[in-house]
């Protein structure tokens, strides 16, 4: 093995540790330190008590005896999703721990595992901990293969809805530990005083901090209302001689069965007592885990996103989430996410660096390892308080402050997700919030018009130089010619009144002769929007209408042979854009008025009529062409070009000013589409060499020209100042289109201020 090879690799394999540690030792001597030390105790003494609140609700029920275990293997979760999160996140003061969102799903694991004592509590550790590594593994996969950007799209409405009815479930359960049934039907027992003194204490701590927290936001409100909650309720036990052992027989102290610190709460050894039969019925729901999981990361980075008005790397951000979810679940903890409050108060209070968020990670370390006996000094009511105050924020987010952003109708999205999670569980809310976002979008997307533009061969035409008489032809029999320009996503909903206003069209007066659908700003089609195309095609060819279509993809050319007859197929004109489109539809109309003229004399009469005008102004212009070419003849080198030699562009010498005297000549742009048709009579100037965008004009056949070079020009506006002037006039006169050909020099564009003659 090459040494210096290995020697490269590990270098590049530690250099990620030594900017890490270059950045721990740069903070740690920065102004940072000290307030991410405030805001990482602070934080972390929220966390613990927010976390025991929610690790009590997931082991509750017939999980109640092992509550301490579970409170732990909670910390834990937080703890290593701390850690790693600050680590490896991108963002500077990240705060992690367990979303209410979460909490629902575990504690609905644990109580409709279909297990007994110790197996029951082993099966529900074990599905926690596959739940967090299956987590872990697809954000990793998700981070790994840069697919942010495609989950990043949850509706707003659906995830509003979680967030509301979760909300609500956090409250309901919140009074389950409490001691009362939140059963719809026992409300009317709630509000009697024996039930009322049960739940409202709790309920009234969660809202009220709840308040505090939003109207001040100061880090301290959450430790210090929590130690004074405990001190008080203790204070009040005292006053009514209530011992520690009587209120926890009574239910109004937690109960610890942890002997020293809470972790390990789960050991190898205990994969013995896993039942895996009950374990298989929970799958559902551990894919409901891993669903809401990713809900409430997406939801977590555009809230941080928006608030703190900072990018974050998405991707970066999933593998810091799946490998902390990794390290949580292998370590027998729980899944964790990014808290946005917390995370954001670190950047306010200037902490904004790696340290708050290790700070963090070790306050709920010391409550992991060293704070076995602190459970039972815990309340009960407080317990119900923090969740209470986590529902609250959530129903406030959810509802009142969706209100404010949401139209009426995607509203009612987030009512009814909210509702059937209540009312039913949280996979059913989960297909009925997506069925209803997907009806309320068919919905407004069919509203969208998929027709951009329309317009007649009279009021658009060609880029293609036409005689006199073919001109006169369009106007007259231009409205032959129908063309629509299509737009967006053409699918189901739209495509059937396209086709409606299409048929329509067919019979219109008069009858067209070629209608053409432009494909240029068409984005996608499904299939029910080729099949009602190739209807259309086939009804239009019964009714001798040719149908043009512009610039249509490979894909929808494809899918539609497929789908007409070889025949009605072949009758259908494709042409690469809708230039080419619209010059094709001409020659028809044109070739079906030559076709019919003979037999007709009053359409060629109508035809002499309205071409005379035209022939007439052409005939004066070509006149006085003529008459400023002998003058100008002296001024004049005469130029010939072959068909398809370049006359002007980028790549072609800069000669001057050319005068085209005889053939044609067109001006391509750099995709080949031709903007301009030169005949006997047009100017044709130089391209500027640095234009990007500037045409190319060649020969469509044999043609020649009279070339104006810059230092005749200049000679001809000293001496012949009165030629000079007529030939600008000339070229004002016949709309010389700078852009099509060329840009005129800024001397020639104002070449004098004399008056003509």
Not at 32 to 60: C, R, Y
Not at 221 to 226: C, F, M, N, T
Not at 701 to 707: G, I, N
Request: glycine share 10%.
């Amino acid at each position: 093995m090459d040494p210096t090879r290995s020697r490269r690799e590990t270098v590049t394999a530690t250099s990620p540790l030594r900017s890490l540690a270059s950045e721990f030792y740069a903070d740690t001597l920065s102004p940072k330190a000290v307030p991410a030390l405030a805001a990482g105790v602070t934080s972390g003494l929220g966390l613990v008590a927010s976390q025991v609140a929610f690790g009590s609700l997931i082991f509750s029920g017939a999980l109640a005896p092992y509550s301490s275990q579970g409170v732990g293997l909670v910390l834990f979760g937080n703890f290593a999703a701390c850690l790693v999160i600050a680590l490896a996140g991108g963002f500077r003061g990240a705060i992690s721990g367990l979303s209410p969102a979460l909490v629902i799903v575990m504690a609905l694991i644990g109580a409709t595992m279909p297990a007994d004592g110790e197996a029951l509590f082993a099966t529900t550790v074990a599905a926690l901990m596959i739940g967090a590594v299956a987590t872990g593994v697809c954000f990793l996969l998700i981070g790994r293969y840069r697919l942010a950007n495609l989950v990043r799209f949850v509706p707003y409405p659906v995830a509003g809805g979680f967030v509301t009815g979760i909300g609500v479930a956090v409250c309901l359960s919140s009074m389950s530990m409490m001691g009362v049934n939140p059963d719809w039907r026992a409300i009317p027992a709630l509000v009697q005083t024996s039930e009322l003194w049960k739940w409202s204490p709790g309920a009234a701590f969660g809202i009220a901090l709840y308040l505090a927290m939003k109207r001040w936001g100061h880090p301290l409100i959450l430790p210090a209302s929590v130690v004074a909650g405990v001190g008080g309720f203790h204070l009040v036990l005292a006053a009514l001689g209530i011992s520690g052992e009587e209120a926890r027989a009574a239910g109004l102290l937690l109960t610890s069965t942890a002997q020293g610190g809470l972790w390990p709460a789960f050991a190898p050894g205990d994969l013995g007592q896993v039942d895996w039969a009950a374990m298989a019925t929970q799958l559902p729901t551990l894919l409901a885990l891993v669903l809401v999981a990713l809900i409430v990361v997406i939801m977590n980075l555009a809230g941080l996103e928006m608030a703190a008005n900072e990018d974050l790397d998405w991707d970066r951000e999933f593998s810091a989430a799946g490998l902390a979810s990794v390290v949580a679940g292998l370590g027998g903890g729980t899944a964790a996410s990014m808290i946005v409050p917390a995370s954001l108060r670190s950047k306010l209070f200037g902490a904004g660096t790696r340290l708050t968020g290790v700070v963090t990670a070790l306050v709920i370390a010391a409550g992991v390892f060293l704070g076995g006996g602190m459970l039972e000094l815990v309340p009960v009511p407080l317990v119900g308080g923090m969740l209470f105050f986590a529902g609250a924020g959530m129903l406030d987010q959810g509802l009142v402050m969706s209100r404010k952003r949401l139209p009426w109708s995607e509203y009612g999205i987030i009512v009814l997700i909210g509702v059937v999670i209540v009312a039913f569980g949280l996979l059913e809310a989960v297909a009925a919030g997506m069925l209803a976002t997907l009806m309320f979008f068919t919905v407004r997307l069919s509203r969208v018009d998929p027709i951009e533009s329309r317009f007649t061969a009279r009021e658009r035409s060609s880029t293609l130089a036409r005689s006199v008489p073919d001109r006169a032809i369009l106007l007259e029999e231009g409205e032959r010619v129908l063309a629509y320009r299509l737009r967006g996503y053409v699918f189901f909903g739209s495509v059937y009144p396209l086709a409606d206003h299409l048929n329509a069209a067919l019979g219109g007066d008069p009858r067209p002769n070629c209608l053409l659908l432009d494909f240029g700003d068409v984005s996608g089609f499904d299939y029910s929007a080729v099949n009602v195309l190739a209807r259309f095609v086939q009804t239009a060819n019964a009714a001798g209408v040719k149908v043009v279509l512009s610039a249509p993809s490979e894909q929808l050319t494809t899918v539609l042979e497929r789908n007409l007859p070889a025949s009605e197929f072949a009758a259908v004109r494709i042409e690469p854009n809708a230039d080419r489109a619209l010059e094709y539809c001409e020659e028809t109309v044109i070739a079906a008025w030559k076709a019919h003229a003979s037999a007709v004399d009053e359409r060629r009469v109508s035809l002499f009529r309205r071409a005379a005008g035209d022939l007439e102004r052409h005939l004066e212009r070509q006149i006085r062409f003529e008459e400023l070419m002998d003058e100008l003849r002296s001024w004049l080198n005469p130029r010939r070009y072959a068909a398809g030699e370049p006359l002007a562009g980028r790549e072609v010498p800069n000669e001057g000013l050319q005068l085209l005297t005889s053939g044609r000549a067109s001006a391509h742009d750099a995709e080949g589409r031709r903007s301009r048709q030169y005949g006997p009579g047009d100017a044709i100037w130089p391209v500027d060499p640095s234009d990007d965008e500037a045409p190319t004009v060649t020969a469509d056949r044999s043609c020649e020209a009279m070339l104006l070079t810059p230092p005749a020009r200049r000679r001809l506006e000293e001496l012949e100042e009165r030629l000079a002037l007529r030939l600008y006039r000339y070229l004002l006169a016949g709309r010389f289109e700078a852009g099509a050909g060329g840009s005129p020099p800024d001397d020639a564009a104002n070449p004098g201020s004399e008056p003509g003659p």
